[in-house]
């Protein structure tokens, strides 16, 4: 729950180069690999019926607004993100702050793509936040609880979807479903858990900072273990303010089920953009297994297992010869767009600047009522 010291002026060695490298030709090597399989299977069972790029434009010209509605959804999809943040950043003490918490939202879909499990958003997001002058307590504490309250939402989401459109899934695609849901489940479960039993948290910490000076992996232990607690304490005194403000929990709620819903639509607007046909609901609860069971998989970004998935589930969806098509789109929404506007407002930053924000109160909301006390430790 620590977050890693912020050293901006430390120069990249050859190395780190070297890694860089390295792990972007594999990111590139998967998404071809994936998109040649799929080109294939379309392929081999009658390439007489694949579309070509000018039949492809015949058939979409017709269903153009199809697409351009998928994009408005990538929009509602990063904003409604945006505003979780900036209610979080507002109601922390930090005042309305639109600009910083579109940029974090978009930096964590950014880096989400970069890295397996779609883990690399939120630590970056915590440095985002703590360089954009957020104390570091709240900066790790943010993604946390936006995490926790977008990730229940999506299980009570689900699994009513599941419950009414899963008959005609194969069981496979199924349990790696469940299985995802499980798992992303449990980081908030045991974030919550540990944020609760404070005093066993805090004697875990120093154990752990012991064990890594040890390992001389830190240097200095009171100032790991100062760090820790605060973050600790910042984090529960979040969960603790959030449980007396009921709204703020419903309206980040209804902004994660905007969020799901806007990612959801993405495969039935692809679908009817190549003139397709099918339920809207129907199709988004394919579309999350799909997203659900190729989650599990860690490549980045999923990529490779999504195009396999897509193909498994939404074949037949689409009109002959489009499927390859449909795939690449879909990959384009959920992949590359997200990249693609996370280098623009990196580029756009680095242009401008980096905007720092400061207290409109004298302390963080939520901490104002302090957290660590007799009865919490105990």
Aim: charged fraction near 20%.
């Amino acid at each position: 729950l620590t977050l890693p010291e912020v050293n901006e002026g430390k120069a990249k060695t050859k190395k780190d180069k070297k890694k860089k490298w390295i792990s972007t030709l594999i990111l590139v090597a998967f998404n071809v690999i994936a998109i040649a399989v799929v080109l294939w299977l379309e392929l081999k069972d009658d390439a007489a019926a694949f579309v070509g790029i000018d039949d492809l434009g015949k058939q979409i010209g017709g269903n153009y607004y199809w697409l351009l509605i998928a994009v408005g959804a990538y929009a509602a999809h990063t904003l409604s993100d945006a505003f979780v943040y900036f209610t979080l950043i507002r109601q922390c003490g930090y005042g309305n702050r639109f600009g910083l918490a579109l940029r974090v939202a978009i930096l964590g879909k950014y880096y989400d793509n970069l890295t397996p499990w779609a883990t690399g958003g939120q630590p970056f997001q915590m440095v985002y936040m703590a360089k954009a002058s957020l104390d570091t307590p709240t900066a790790c504490t943010l993604p946390f609880v936006k995490h926790t309250i977008r990730i229940f939402t999506l299980d009570a989401f689900v699994i009513t979807l599941f419950a009414i459109y899963s008959d005609e899934i194969s069981w496979v695609i199924k349990l790696g479903a469940a299985l995802a849901i499980v798992f992303t489940s449990l980081l908030p479960i045991v974030v919550m858990f540990f944020s609760k039993k404070l005093n066993f948290t805090f004697k875990l910490t120093e154990k752990v900072v012991k064990l890594g000076v040890k390992m001389r992996l830190v240097k200095d232990y009171d100032k790991a273990v100062g760090k820790a607690r605060d973050t600790v304490d910042s984090l529960a005194a979040a969960y603790k303010y959030l449980s007396y403000h009921k709204s703020t929990i419903v309206i980040l709620a209804i902004l994660s089920l905007i969020d799901l819903v806007a990612v959801g639509s993405y495969p039935y607007l692809i679908v009817r953009a190549l003139g397709g046909e099918g339920s809207f609901w129907e199709i988004m609860s394919r579309s999350y297994f799909v997203t659900l069971s190729s989650g599990i998989i860690p490549t980045p970004g999923s990529s490779g297992a999504s195009e396999g998935a897509f193909y498994s589930v939404f074949d037949g969806a689409t009109p002959a010869g489009t499927l390859f098509w449909a795939v690449i789109l879909y990959r384009v929404l959920v992949f590359y767009l997200p990249i693609f506007v996370g280098l623009v407002s990196q580029l756009i930053e680095g242009i401008m600047g980096r905007s720092h924000v400061k207290l409109v109160g004298k302390e963080v909301s939520w901490l104002k009522k302090k957290t660590i006390n007799k009865n919490d430790a105990e």
